[in-house]
């Protein structure tokens, strides 16, 4: 078992028969689910909200009956994993492009644990370039606003294609190297005409689950 493996193995044992789960996205979410529809096959039973089309394609092969976020009042645990984990539990995810979604899935949760390779922690965000999720009209001139804010910025491709989100939207890319107030800057990049939603997540994690490559974890809560 790997580090992201050790993570999302460890967390998956919060999830308690009839509980409404939130599944992220990415590579180590991918674990979460596949331990999460073991025991669906146990016959734990749960319902699940997919934060992408990809999770959601990977949760319904693995026995996982998926609603939509809507359909639910609440989410009881949201497992999702990050780019970067701050001391304050604070995060930069999106590398993914699937940070919209996610961030509303982890808003509507009870418990949000976040789940991750130990490489994740850094002391101050910001060195993992930070996706913006932007709509596509006029998106070079909200890349520019991006761009006063105190980065470069570069728009998400998928070859040599634009990626398009789950949304119908871009991402853009801002490279700051540092951010040393996360929470002030996700409310200047929020109040850009143009952004949808920014890649912090600023005092939302309830729980965070470290894996070490010797298959150990930390929970920090
Ligand atoms: C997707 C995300 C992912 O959680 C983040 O990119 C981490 O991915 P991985 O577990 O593959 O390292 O935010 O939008």
Not at 109 to 126: D, M, T, Y
Not at 184 to 208: C, D, P, W, Y
């Amino acid at each position: 078992m790997d580090a992201k493996q050790a993570a999302a193995c460890k967390a998956v044992e919060y999830v308690r028969d009839g509980m409404i789960v939130g599944l992220g996205t990415g590579s180590t979410a991918y674990w979460a689910i596949q331990y999460l529809g073991e025991k669906v096959k146990q016959g734990l039973q749960v319902t699940a909200v997919a934060t992408s089309a990809e999770t959601e394609s990977i949760a319904l092969q693995c026995g996982i009956s998926i609603v939509e976020l809507d359909a639910v009042d609440h989410i009881d645990i949201d497992i999702d994993g990050a780019d970067e984990i701050d001391g304050q539990m604070n995060l930069v995810k999106g590398g993914g492009g699937a940070l919209l979604r996610e961030k509303i899935v982890a808003a509507a949760s009870r418990e949000f644990i976040v789940i991750a390779g130990s490489n994740k922690k850094v002391s101050l965000l910001g060195k993992f370039p930070l996706p913006v999720e932007v709509i596509p009209f006029g998106w070079k001139h909200t890349a520019g606003q991006l761009a006063v804010l105190g980065c470069d910025t570069s728009i998400r491709k998928k070859g040599d294609e634009i990626r398009v989100t789950d949304n119908g939207n871009y991402i853009v890319d801002c490279h700051f190297g540092s951010i040393a107030e996360p929470a002030v800057l996700e409310q200047k990049i929020n109040s850009i005409a143009g952004v949808v939603e920014n890649g912090l997540f600023v005092n939302m994690a309830t729980r965070v689950i470290l894996g070490h490559e010797d298959g150990t974890v930390q929970v920090i809560s």
